[in-house]
T-cell receptor, first 115, second 119 residues
Framework: GAGVSQSPRYKVAKRGQDVALRCDPISGHVSLFWYQQALGQGPEFLTYFQNEAQLDKSGLPSDRFFAERPEGSVSTLKIQRTQQEDSAVYLC?????????????FGPGTRLTVT | AQTVTQSQPEMSVQEAETVTLSCTYDTSESDYYLFWYKQPPSRQMILVIRQEAYKQQNATENRFSVNFQKAAKSFSLKISDSQLGDAAMYFCAYRSSNAGGTSYGKLTFGQGTILTVHP
């Protein structure tokens, strides 16, 4: 595709519900990153995939957060039993290189609101 | 761990004027990359300019240039001839160049600076 796409763009969840956020990276990109961006703040790293392997999940805030990329392309970030503090924009980025490349290309993000 | 600090929550500039956004960072590494990203209200993050730490020459991209002071760990962005379309949130970001290590190229962002451009 022309760029990184994410769906849904907006998601409202009631506290305690599970949500799944999808990221379609640029075709052929090896590296995929998830970031969490709280309102008015800079993005914070959540997790990293190199192809289908999740090599770094040190930024996931709790065991309620789970990410996968089973075929090395599309990735899903799942949040179980959502809490109000999970409200944020979730950004996905991809890069053509294993080490992040010279540029990460970002998607438009999914704004999650937990009520 | 690396940290990135942007001390200007908001800045404003008149159209056609010049504005400088500040960024400082802390790292023990000697080789790394620094970036400025622009995030308009639509939220799509766009790369503005990148600087490799091993390069002494400051990066420039058209109206955008940086002042990279490695010893001071400072990385400011200068926007010349500001345009209405420059209005956005600007983020400074750091990336380790430790290709053989475990950084994997993840970005560490500052808190951002909201830039307003007045006509």
């Amino acid at each position: 595709g022309a760029g990184v796409s994410q769906s849904p763009r907006y998601k409202v969840a009631k506290r305690g519900q599970d949500v799944a956020l999808r990221c379609d990276p640029i075709s052929g990109h090896v590296s995929l990153f998830w970031y969490q961006q709280a309102l008015g703040q800079g993005p914070e790293f959540l997790t990293y995939f190199q192809n289908e392997a999740q090599l770094d999940k040190s930024g996931l805030p709790s065991d309620r957060f789970f990410a996968e990329r089973p075929e090395g392309s599309v990735s899903t970030l799942k949040i179980q039993r959502t809490q109000q503090e999970d409200s944020a924009v979730y950004l996905c980025a991809s890069s053509s290189r294993r080490t992040g490349g010279r540029e990460q290309y970002f998607g438009p993000g999914t704004r999650l609101t937990v009520t | 761990a690396q940290t990135v600090t942007q001390s200007q929550p908001e800045m404003s500039v008149q159209e056609a004027e010049t504005v400088t956004l500040s960024c400082t960072y802390d790292t023990s590494e000697s080789d790394y990359y620094l970036f400025w990203y622009k995030q308009p209200p639509s939220r799509q993050m766009i790369l503005v300019i990148r600087q490799e730490a091993y390069k002494q020459q400051n990066a420039t991209e058209n109206r955008f240039s940086v002042n990279f002071q490695k010893a001071a760990k400072s990385f400011s962005l200068k926007i010349s001839d500001s345009q209405l379309g420059d209005a956005a949130m600007y983020f400074c970001a750091y990336r380790s160049s430790n290709a053989g290590g475990t950084s994997y190229g993840k970005l560490t962002f500052g808190q951002g600076t909201i830039l307003t451009v007045h006509p």
